[in-house]
């Protein structure tokens, strides 16, 4: 099969990159505005690099229209959250099915728009949501599945991941582009407990500000309490005096779910189901858009009391 790349230059690119190298595919083509990819060296050196969409797309029409087997199969999109829309677009109206990285797009009625899009191609839009990939996370998902009782489980859920100055300047500290804090670093959490706990009954916003946000959020069969942070000074104070960058905790009823190891290779395994014909459409990122669109859409309420150690209001 034959890839394109939007995005070469992006942090989680590599993955992809990666990804279909290890499933015996090929990279034909990649474009990112900035030239500083030289990560391709490591994967594919013949892959024809753009740094100029319009030459990108020429190109990507050229190979369609030569018909000697190298058009395009499947476009990667690693592109800013803001631009996901336009890219899966691009690469349904040349022919490929989109592998795009979450969030799909920013608001549910992108969705929509893509839907009908899809079928006029008859292509598909596949989303990497590697946490439901992960085997701690279906086992987790089996487990709360069968269970027999009626119980609302009490989760606590924090996420903090120090991020400099630079992340205000970039697109990802622009809300408007990234969707802000809770998109970036918090919508795969989202879809997971959502897609283990079922359906929103109540989301409520507590704090909601540019490098951080909390807030209380009902499913059908858990309370979640959650913390999203690129804020330094809300790491815990062992994390500070351990000199760690980042912390995560997800615990289910007081019990910590461990899933730190085997993330690295969860791309790989997502292209592999995907090639089955077995990946995550678009319908699947429909709930958690719609969570993560709710929390931007909300008014915070504040902080009563203590609301969890790590936040220190």
């Not at 034909?28 to 990560?39: E, F, H, P, Q, T």
């Not at 022919?95 to 969030?103: F, V």
């Not at 630079?166 to 918090?186: A, E, F, P, Q, R």
């Not at 709930?287 to 220190?312: C, F, M, Q, W």
Request: glycine residues 8%.
């Amino acid at each position: 099969m034959n890839f394109a790349l939007i995005g070469a230059g992006g942090y989680i690119a590599p993955r992809h990159m990666k990804a279909i190298k290890e499933t015996d595919n090929n990279l034909v083509a990649a474009l990112d505005k900035n030239d500083s990819v030289g990560i391709l060296d490591s994967f594919f050196p013949l892959a024809n690099f753009f740094t100029e969409f319009e030459r990108f797309d020429r190109y990507i029409e050229k190979l369609k229209m030569q018909k000697t087997g190298e058009a395009v199969d499947f476009v990667s999109i690693c592109s800013p959250n803001y631009l996901h829309d336009a890219h899966i677009r691009f690469a349904l109206r040349v022919g490929a099915d989109a592998i795009c990285e979450k969030p799909l797009v920013l608001n549910p009625w992108n969705l929509d728009a893509l839907a009908d899009i899809q079928k006029d191609y008859g292509k598909n839009i596949y989303n990497i949501l590697q946490l439901r990939l992960h085997t701690s996370i279906i086992a987790l998902k089996e487990k709360y599945t069968n269970e027999k009782t009626d119980k609302k489980h009490e989760i606590d859920m924090l996420y903090i991941t120090s991020r400099g100055k630079w992340y205000d300047i970039s697109w990802k500290g622009d809300g408007k582009l990234s969707g802000g804090v809770v998109t970036n670093i918090g919508v795969h959490f989202f879809d997971m407990l959502s897609w283990i706990f079922g359906d929103v009954q109540e989301n409520v916003v507590h704090v909601a500000e540019d490098r951080k946000c909390a807030g209380y959020l009902e499913l059908e069969n858990a309370r979640v309490r959650w913390l999203l942070s690129v804020d330094s000074s809300d790491l815990p104070e062992a994390a500070l005096e351990a000199g760690q960058s980042t912390f995560r905790s997800i615990t289910v009823d007081g019990d910590e779910i461990e899933f730190s190891g085997g993330f690295t290779d969860l791309h790989t395994v997502s292209y592999q189901e995907i090639l089955k014909g077995n990946g995550f459409k678009l319908e699947a990122a429909r709930k958690s858009i719609e969570i993560v669109n709710d929390i931007r859409e909300a008014t915070p309420i504040g902080i009563k009391g203590d609301y969890h150690p790590a936040l220190k209001y």
